[in-house]
């Protein structure tokens, strides 16, 4: 094996090595060497692996959320549901571990996000921008009913303002990243 | 650690905890290891290896038999599974196909009348008929399989180069939709003749 490392493979010998199985001991060696990665391969493969997981659990887009979620438990269900721990999803996301615990606990609201980052999580979790509609209504519903103070803003009016601004700003994301399929 | 058969079972169990730490400890040993041994562009190293761990996160359970071995050499055994897999796809007729149809996408991005003299040379220009000596057998392909479209399929393909679906729509007055049906004809009928060429 080892000798054939730095060689190119011919198509037969290809399929040669792919039917004889590796051996632990030579896996054990493999182990042991040293390894170098490209700066940022880690976050960028932990990313496809969460797009991949998500895009098995949805293949479609998510177009209707029932009226019990608000968006940091929702986001929370789904990512639980699909085994996909915090890390992950915040490598997929180019955040801090803390920004997705923070969204789950629904001490970061939607609104509040960047247009590019509610965009990539909205693609990430494959949610229509009417289920997001959604979420962010019941969101909004709830905390409004404790309080609007802890938000920075003096009414609900302007807090429903600000809402429909950031929506309008995230569809226009969505345009630029090319996910159309989250607006149709 | 990894093989221990008390962490194999958290594993199994669905422990995203447990996920992470074979993560970290197994990725960049096996993104080295695709890369060196076949020899791949990083990217796809990225894409392979992800679906490793996708293919790791979804059967551990209940394909992975601790009896048969250690889980670093299943995991192992999967990743050039599917480096090979990979290679062969890469190496298919439609893969060269489409990468070729990639660096035109590139090349119209960069430089539109660079893509227009390329490939798109009106006949009145002094397209020559000949191929392209120093093009690369599957560009000399991808040049005959355009030649033999009707006009109206390379009218498409080149627009589609330079334009949106939109775009197109407001010059050409046609439906956005039948646009795109036209353009995945085109493709498909610039495929078919681009596998029927067995030429060099």
Redesign the interface.
Known sequence: MSGK??L??S?DE??I??DI????A???K??L?P????PG??D??????A???LG?VYPNPIRNIDDEWQFGTWIKHVR?SA???P??IAAALNKDESFVERLEAGDILPWTLSPHAGASLARLFRIHINAIKQLVKHTYSATNAASNSHLGLSSSTELSETILLWQNALQDELRHLNAIHLLQ | MINNANFICRLQDGDMAAFDILFSQLNEKLCARIAKRYRLRYQDVEEIISGVFFEVHQTVAKSYNPSKGKLTTWIFDIAKKRAIDHIRWLNSPRQQFLSTSYSLDSTASQNICEVSQCLFVPPSQGHSGKEDEAASPGKRRAQRALDSLDERDKNILRLRQLMTYEEIAEIEKTPVNTLRSDYSRAKMRLFTAFEKDNDP
Not at chain 1, 35 to 38: G, R, Y
Not at chain 1, 44 to 49: D, G, I, M, S
């Open positions: 490392d730095d190119e493979l198509h290809l399929l090595d792919r199985p590796l051996t632990d030579e896996v054990d493999l182990l060497l390894t170098e990665c490209p391969a880690n960028r493969v932990q990313a496809l692996f797009d991949k997981v098995s639980e085994r996909l721990s890390r992950i």
